[in-house]
T-cell receptor
Framework: QKEVEQDPGPLSVPEGAIVSLNCTYS??????FMWYRQYSRKGPELLMY????GNKEDGRFTAQVDKSSKYISLFIRDSQPSDSATYLC???????????FGTGTRLQVTL | DTAVSQTPKYLVTQMGNDKSIKCEQN?????MYWYKQDSKKFLKIMFS???????INETVPNRFSPKSPDKAHLNLHINSLELGDSAVYFC????????????FGEGSWLTVV
């Protein structure tokens, strides 16, 4: 079993839709939870970063962590074509300089 | 200004050759990384250096040798390239190791033919 599981998609939604992206993880030692966005032919860029269970909001993006279920989510409201990218969840124990990534979900927002 | 820059961006080379990818960060960070992203987009750490010292060395063939001449640079040298080495290699950096934001470069696309 992989440490971090993520549906690879692709996920296609119309502009304006609410998008839900999810990851599950197996190691309860994970403490830091991140979402990266990767455009085609580019490096991953940090989108959201949370430490505790609960919700964190930043503009149209909301990151949600449920440590009891080992489940993290990223919600995108009012999705735009510019949101079309691969979204990677990344999880960190906090004791080593190592991120464990999910496989990424490819999102396509259509006009 | 590019925070984490790596060169070359694209590299096509024959099996058996030796090649290097260079990385520099101007963020003042003390920790640098090399990640490999395969054809299925799976991103996996290869090496991590803190203040020029190797702190993470995942299960990577000995043909891969990182070198950090100073805190701002981490180069990756690959000997005797194989077809399976074809991937995108990302350099990254962070300040410290515990839970801090990791910034990635744009990637180096390596194709071995």
């Amino acid at each position: 079993q992989k440490e971090v599981e993520q549906d690879p998609g692709p996920l296609s939604v119309p502009e304006g839709a609410i998008v839900s992206l999810n990851c599950t993880y197996s190691n309860s030692a994970f403490q830091y939870f991140m979402w990266y966005r990767q455009y085609s032919r580019k490096g991953p860029e940090l989108l959201m970063y949370t430490y505790s269970s609960g919700n964190k909001e930043d503009g149209r993006f909301t990151a949600q962590v449920d440590k009891s279920s080992k489940y993290i989510s990223l919600f995108i409201r009012d999705s735009q074509p510019s949101d079309s990218a691969t979204y990677l969840c990344a999880i960190h124990t906090g004791t080593a300089s190592k991120l464990t990534f999910g496989t990424g979900t490819r999102l396509q927002v259509t006009l | 200004d590019t925070a984490v820059s790596q060169t070359p961006k694209y590299l096509v080379t024959q099996m058996g050759n030796d090649k290097s990818i260079k990385c520099e960060q101007n963020l003042g960070h003390d920790t640098m990384y090399w990640y490999k992203q395969d054809s299925k987009k799976f991103l996996k750490i290869m090496f991590s250096y803190n203040n020029k010292e190797l702190i993470i060395n995942e299960t990577v063939p000995n043909r891969f040798s990182p070198k950090s001449p100073d805190k701002a640079h981490l180069n990756l040298h690959i000997n005797s390239l194989e077809l399976g080495d074809s991937a995108v290699y990302f350099c990254a950096s962070s300040q410290g190791q515990a839970g801090n934001t990791i910034y990635f470069g744009e990637g180096s696309w390596l194709t071995v033919v």
